[in-house]
């Protein structure tokens, strides 16, 4: 794990600021700033540079495949979460009668593909109680005509985490549909490695790359396991993504390669996939395993804190059900907001809520500088 050392080295930025706003955007290590150098330098060879960004790509995607227990044939990266969930929705072909369901601590991403007008399935949600999502509330919302449960790992909302093989059983147990799970809050902060059985049970995984994997903008990480490849074809247009594309056949018929590779489906974007590798290559290199055991003890110490102010918690107490996100709500989250930032310290407002997020490189004293502000601001607003 990190020391002061190579917390220093490697994130400058956080000796002026307690950053704990990682789950809007994480601070990327030196090397990713290197990375798009790097590809600018490959951009200058010309059409030779593309070998380089054809190996950075096959790199890049390796790396995430292992993070979340897949082969890299089973993973594309495309631009960004809600790309691939709109392209997600195309590869499911709804018709009327199909029925969605989506979760009340979804991210919008993953939900407003289904709730444009001309999507023809209807859409239940399945709602939070005290911040959780409980299985058996799902199972009367499935049935026949679900096509798919879509599921955040970690909410962005309130930081539930939720137990993906439980609820996988759950909706492969009552309903024919697939399990899309949204992995953007936990990349990089939880192992979600085949070893951590974590994404057991997903038949679609999809991540942001700008938060925990302290990556760039301009990633969505889409990872589709082998079983689900014919389901999860997206019959988009493009090149990339079709097979034979400049064949004798060309103006006859469009095919999709099968699986993950059809959600790549023009130029793949290198100026982030250079930095998406490096984070990637970052974070096995500090290791997800260390930065969950050390971000996991800071969580329940704010947590306990938290507790011990007394404010409106949204977030689950149950250390099983949380990440690296805490939220809670205060009618004065504006004036409490404006409060930390002019210290230095960086939550995320929104909402109503004011929402606390720890990774690797955040410190005990991160957590006692927020929860002493925080005290200071709640006496005073
Ligand atoms: C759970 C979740 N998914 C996706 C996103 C972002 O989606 P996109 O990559 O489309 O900007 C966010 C936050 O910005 C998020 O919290």
Redesign the pocket.
């Known amino acids: 794990m990190l020391d002061a050392a190579t917390r220093a080295r490697d994130f400058p930025a956080l000796s002026t600021r307690v950053y704990l706003n990682t789950?809007?955007e994480g601070i990327p290590p030196p090397g990713v700033g290197a990375a798009l150098s790097n590809y600018f330098a490959d951009k200058q060879l010309g059409m030779d540079g593309r070998l380089r960004h054809a190996e950075v790509h096959t790199a890049a995607r390796r790396l995430a495949a292992a993070m979340i227990g897949l082969e890299t044939d089973d993973v594309a990266i495309c631009s960004?979460?809600?790309?691939a969930f709109n392209l997600a929705a195309m590869a499911l072909g709804l018709e009327p009668g199909d029925d969605i369901v989506v979760t009340d601590l979804?991210?919008p991403?993953?939900v407003t593909p289904f709730l444009q007008a001309r999507c023809p399935a209807e859409v239940k949600l399945w709602r939070s109680r005290g911040g959780i999502l409980h299985a058996d509330d799902l199972v009367g919302l499935l049935s026949p005509r679900t096509r798919l449960v879509s599921l955040?790992l970690v909410?962005?909302y309130n930081g539930f985490r939720a137990d993906v093989p439980a609820i996988a059983t759950v909706v492969h147990r009552h309903s024919p549909a697939l399990l899309a799970v949204?992995v953007?809050?936990g990349l990089g902060r939880i192992p979600l490695d085949r070893e951590s059985g974590a994404l057991v049970g997903a038949d679609l995984v999809v991540s942001?790359t700008h938060?925990w994997l302290l990556g760039p903008h301009g990633g969505?990480i889409v990872g589709v396991p082998p079983a689900r490849r014919s389901e999860w074809t997206v019959p988009a247009g493009g090149w990339f993504n079709i097979r034979d594309a400049f064949g004798a056949g060309r103006f006859d018929a469009a095919e999709s390669l099968p699986g993950a590779a059809s959600f790549s489906v023009g130029m793949p974007n290198y100026p982030a996939l250079y930095p998406i590798r490096a984070a990637l290559e970052y974070l096995f290199h500090v290791g997800v395993g260390a930065i969950d055991r050390h971000a996991g003890a800071l969580v329940a110490q704010c947590l306990a804190g938290l507790g011990g102010l007394g404010v409106d918690l949204l977030s689950p107490t149950d250390p099983g059900h949380l990440a690296g996100i805490l939220a809670f709500r205060h009618p004065q989250a504006e004036a409490i907001h404006r409060h930390l930032h002019a210290r230095g310290i960086h939550v995320m407002h929104h909402a109503g809520r004011l929402r606390v997020a720890i990774h690797g490189y955040n410190t005990g004293a991160d957590v006692e500088t927020l929860l002493r502000e925080l005290a200071g601001a709640l006496d005073t607003v």
């Open positions: 789950a809007a960004c979460s809600s790309e979804d991210f991403a993953s955040p909410s962005f949204d953007t809050q942001s938060k969505g």
